[in-house]
Structure formats: C-alpha cells, structure tokens
C-alpha cells in the first residue's frame, strides 16, 4: 500500500485563552497537529482524524526514513485508502491535555516555567474540540468531515453538535454518546491504580521518578477492555509462558506476560497525568444529560453520519452505537448504520482495515462528488 | 425465614501432612468449619458448600444475638431453605489458603513461629479439596452432596473427579471447568496492584502496614467483573455523587463511590496475601487440560449433576457453563441444566435465592428420597 511518505508534525500556538468547561480559562495553549493530502481551494475537502485516549498527532507516514512503524492510524490514511490523501486534506492532532505535543498537564505553566501537574484545569471532551477548532481555522479548512473511534467519535459528535455548520460528514466508529457506568468503573480503578502509587506525588512527579507502576496497571485494566474475550482466547488461551505453572506470584501465563508488557511500553510513551485527565474527559462527556436527550443535541446538524461498531466490542457495543443512530433517525436526519464482525473487540477499529475502508470508501463518495 | 440459629466455627487439625499439587508438603493443617443439620446414622446426608474467592466457614446463623448479618448464604441455608438443615447436614470449611481461621500464609508457621508470608506453598484448588476431604472424613460423612458457586463450584467439580465415589450429587453454580484468558487477565491485574503496592514488602507486612491500596485496588476490579453492565447501569447509572462533577479527581461518580467503599472496607476483612494465593489457585484450575478432556476428567463419577448458570454472568458465562454439561452429556452421565435470568452477574448465585431455592429444592427431592 502507499504511503503518504515523510511527514512532520507541525505546532500551532492559539492566539487567545480558551473557556474551558469547568469554567477556568486556559491560555498559551499549543496544538501539534500533521496534515497529508493538499487543501482544495474552497477549503472544503478536510477531513479531521479525532484520536482515542492514548494516540497522537501522528496518524499517518513516517517521520524520518529509519522508522520502523508509521502513523497509528497508516492502514486507513493515504493515497487509494479509506481516506483518500489524493481527494481529501486530512488532519490530525493531538488533543489538549494530552502528552504528544498539544499542551496538557506535562506542559510548562508560563506562569511558574514548571510543568503544570495537577494546576493543569480538568478538560472535557468539549475543550478538546474547542481547540481543534481554533487549528481548523487556522488552517483556512470552510468545511468538515469529522471522523473518529472511540474517545475520538465523541469528539465527532461534539464537532456536529457545537460547530454543526461546519460539518458536513461524520464518522463515528466503535463509539458511545457517553460511556457506561461500567466503563466509567473500569476508568475509576485506573486512576485509582495511578493515584495511589507512591511516586505519583499529587501528580508533581516531574523531576523525580515518576508513577510508572500505578501507570501500568491502569494500561492493564485498559487493555482487557480493549479486546474481546474471544480474542484474548484466541491469542493467548490459558497457554503458559514456560509450558507449566511457575507456582509462584511472577508472570506465568501468556496472557499476564502481554499485559505486563503492555504496561511496561506504556510508562515509556505515555503520562500519568495526561492519562488522568483523558480518562476523566472521557467519563464526563455526555451530551444526553446536557441537551436533554440526544435528539436534543443534534437538533441544529445537517450532516451525513456514518456509525460503525464491532460486534465483539463491549466497551463500546452495537447497543451504544445504535443509540447515536437512533437519536439522528428521530431528527430526520441522514445516517448510515454498520455493525461490522471482528474478533478484536474495541481495538477492531485500530485493525481491521479492509472491512472499514470498503463501507468508509463508499460512503465518502458523496463528499468527493461535492467539491469535484 | 428461619434460621439455624446461633451457630460457632469449629476448628480441625489435620493428623497428617497433605501433599500439594506444587510437589511440596504442608503440615500442621487447621481448618475452620461450621456445620448446621444433623448427620444421619448412615452419614450420607451431608452437603458440603463450597466457598467462593473471598468468603469463610460462616455460611449460615449468627455467631452472636448482636451480629448485624447472618452467614454469607443465610438465605440458601436453614430449615426449609434451599439446603434444608431438617433433612441434611450442611457443612462449610474456610479454603487452604484462606484468612479465615484454615490455613494459609498469615497463620502462623511453626518452624518460624512467624506468619508463613511467602513462604506458604502456592496452593491449588486440588489441594483445598484434598483438605476438605480431611474434615468430611474426621466428620464421619460416608457419602457427600458437593455444593458450590464460582470458585465453590471449582472445587465441587475437583470432588466429582477426585473422589468420585464418596460424591453421590454435585451442584455447580455460576462456575466454570477452567478461567478464560479474560478471567485470568483480571486477577493478574488485582494482583499486580498488591505486588507494586510498597507496603506489599514480598509479603512480609504482618507487623507492618499492610498493602491495603493494592488490595483495595484489586477488590475494585474484582467487582466489575461480579456485575454486569446492567446491574452497574441500575444502581448507578451515571450519577454523580454529589450532583454534578468536582472537575478533580476525587471520587466523583456514584459507581467510583462504590468501588471505592468495597475496596475499603475489604481490606478490614481480608489479607492481601491470601488473595494472591488463592486468585491464583483459580487461575491453575485446569482439567481439561489435566486429563487431556473434561469427559475424561468425568469418566469415574456416578454422581447426579446440577448445573446452574445466569445470563447476564460474563465471569463466568453460561457459554462456560454448557462446557460443564455437554462433557457430562457425552459421557452419558446424569446432568440437569438451568440458566437462570438475573439482572445480577456473578453476583447472582449469592443473590436471587427464590430462583436457585426452586430449582435446587425440586433437584434434591431423589436425595432426600434415597436416605429416608
């Protein structure tokens, strides 16, 4: 498959304070942000890629020629791909209070030139797109096609409820309007994993060692929720790690060897706080309660929707996605509806490229037609 | 309902050391017990219950006429209940590996006259049934209904295979042959979270602070999975605490409220020790795997089985549960299935008592027949 070859990520510094949320105002915010593909002259052709809770601005290519892995998100966005970098202008970046470049709890506070820790403001899904707004319209980009999975469809549906006539297209995969209590429970033990970790030190760890291990526990209870069980069945069954029980507390079957890996890659790349402050977005965005119902909120859209789910994902099932498709039905509105088969769980959408990219092909093609 | 009574936990000493799956040896055995009912002349009219994850000998009555709550299955024991104390003699022991009064690594080893920590043997659900059968044979018992629900339901299986001609009748309640990937990667998580807890000290913390966080964390994710999305749904929904969201990170929604007080209140009452030793004998239950088939595993039994799952269960599936029966089926042994519906989870078997007591009282009609 082609790629879109070397990219870069790029940084782009609001020029005013935004109004967050919980009602504090955050100032000198940075996004990073790359763009494949060209912008159309009527600045109609963007498509903005929303991340999930852990991804990055680097959603596609390979940033120097010795790279091993490209983009989290490679498989999907290129020439020919589901999102066509030939036709489309696409867009990622990485979301506020994250720790890839956009400013987040890591990030210095101006006004004391230490990392802000726990001073950071608590963000919301709504800040997240309130400042990707700002990058879209420095980006000269008139009209929308917001595509996202998991934490990232709530930022597309927060994009076609606040900026709804800047969108056109909506993509919400393997998504929920808002997270169940039992999402929200699994969310709470990772925090819980993170704030009771000896070094997490009221999140002002900055200098010091940080709280690696409260960190990977909260991967860990992330990742069983991000695969079915069936696909933990298939990987590892209840296959040992050496053949026979250690008969000891150490890591014995396969599966806990790819959980504590799993945690231990991610205390590298990843942090704690950033982690804090995503999940916790992630439990507070819910646009029932706040417009009354989810009719309510899509009141004001014109878009076309595309909601995609996987049947074996049960962080954020069919019964989830069908309720976003159910509340545009009763609008009137125009909504296309896939639950496609995998294995893979939640993490479907990160994997299973080809099934994706025939429905989002085809469903895209009324965007091409618009601006051709 | 009636009651048993007051009842008192009863203590016995193996005379013997008991070999253990691991190839090690353990000596000086005591198991606590309790026992309701009278055993008849024959001394074949005795149930044994088997406990789950985290519960004791004190399955029925009171120990006090001041205690606030009877045993653990009240609801299931007593005169007329589901196991009916005037037609049978119910015994409940605490598990090898417990903190309950039987054996385990905080008890103390007598070449040290310090608690065993770590150096108690890792322990498995074999051997736990290898002690039972101790007790059920100091109790005089001549012919045994094996009882058990989740982990219980193990050991009730481990009777069947191990001792098949003493067991005349076994009921396995929301239990599986073996733990899915899934399962295991849940408690490999609960465990991670007390191993990394600093006060853990390789175990060795009974005259220190205990690993209560870790604990608590892993008491946490243990009650997810003892819910079903469901359940969590009803009783929290997305409720906050206090009716809006702190914007910190702080217990915020009702099910963190939850979590957080079972968490707490578990490390009163349990030791962190005991919840590795025994996760982890769960973990190790394999027959399949042991006999190469559970039709092989079952080929020696005569007894007549009860297999009870519930559907919203996702621990421990109805999916596992037909496992169970269809090995029974194909050996041609004598199987009657039910899948109970229940809002519960796992939670169920310890909960809707009026659907099991049906099912279980009409089960045991032929039992009581064969004594009479």
């Known amino acids: 498959m082609e790629s879109v070859g070397i990219v870069q990520t790029e940084y782009f510094k609001l020029d005013k304070p935004i109004e967050l949320e919980c009602s504090k105002s955050l100032s000198d915010i940075q996004v990073a942000y790359e763009t494949y593909g060209k912008l159309n002259e009527?600045?109609?052709?963007?498509?903005?890629?929303?991340?999930?809770?852990?991804?990055?601005?680097?959603?596609?290519?390979?940033?120097?020629?010795?790279?091993?892995?490209?983009?989290?998100?490679?498989?999907?966005?290129?020439?020919?791909?589901?999102?066509?970098?030939?036709?489309?202008?696409?867009?990622?970046?990485?979301?506020?209070?994250?720790?890839?470049?956009?400013?987040?709890?890591?990030?210095?506070?101006?006004?004391?030139?230490?990392?802000?820790?726990h001073d950071f403001p608590v963000i919301t899904v709504e800040d997240m797109v309130k400042v990707e707004y700002e990058l879209i319209k420095h980006l000269n980009v008139k009209k929308l096609i917001a595509v996202g999975g998991s934490m990232g469809g709530m930022q597309a549906i927060e994009w076609s409820i606040r900026y709804s006539k800047y969108v056109k297209t909506v993509i919400i995969i393997?998504?929920?309007?808002?997270?169940?209590?039992?999402g929200i429970a699994f969310n709470a033990v990772g925090r819980n994993a993170i704030l009771s970790d000896p070094d997490f030190n009221n999140g002002d760890y900055y200098d010091k060692k940080h709280p690696e291990s409260g960190l990977s526990i909260a991967r860990m209870v992330g990742h069983i929720t991000y695969l079915s069980e069936t696909s933990m069945h298939k990987k590892f069954g209840r296959n040992f790690k050496l053949d026979k029980p250690n008969f000891d507390f150490g890591v014995d079957f396969q599966v806990e060897s790819y959980l504590e890996h799993q945690g231990r890659i991610f205390v590298d790349r990843f942090d704690a706080n950033s982690y804090l402050y995503i999940?916790?977005?992630?439990?507070?965005?819910?646009?029932?309660?706040?417009?009354?119902?989810?009719?309510?909120?899509?009141s004001d859209t014109n878009a076309r929707f595309l909601v995609i789910s996987f049947d074996t994902d049960w962080l954020f099932s069919t019964k989830m996605a069908k309720e976003i498709v159910n509340a545009l039905i009763k609008k009137n509105k125009n909504v296309s509806f896939i639950e496609l088969s995998s294995p893979c769980g939640h993490d479907a959408f990160l994997i299973e490229y080809e099934k994706q990219t025939q429905v989002i092909k085809s469903f895209l093609k009324e965007d091409e037609k618009y601006y051709e």
């Open 42 to 117: 009527k600045g109609d052709n963007a498509i903005l890629i929303c991340h999930a809770l852990t991804a990055d601005a680097h959603a596609a290519g390979y940033h120097t020629n010795e790279d091993k892995k490209p983009g989290w998100w490679d498989t999907m966005i290129g020439p020919n791909k589901a999102f066509d970098t030939n036709k489309f202008f696409v867009i990622c970046s990485n979301v506020l209070g994250g720790c890839m470049g956009t400013t987040g709890p890591c990030s210095i506070n101006p006004k004391t030139n230490k990392p802000y820790g």
């Open 174 to 182: 393997a998504a929920a309007a808002r997270l169940s209590a039992q």
């Open 279 to 298: 999940t916790k977005a992630v439990d507070y965005y819910d646009p029932i309660n706040k417009y009354g119902s989810l009719e309510n909120a899509f």
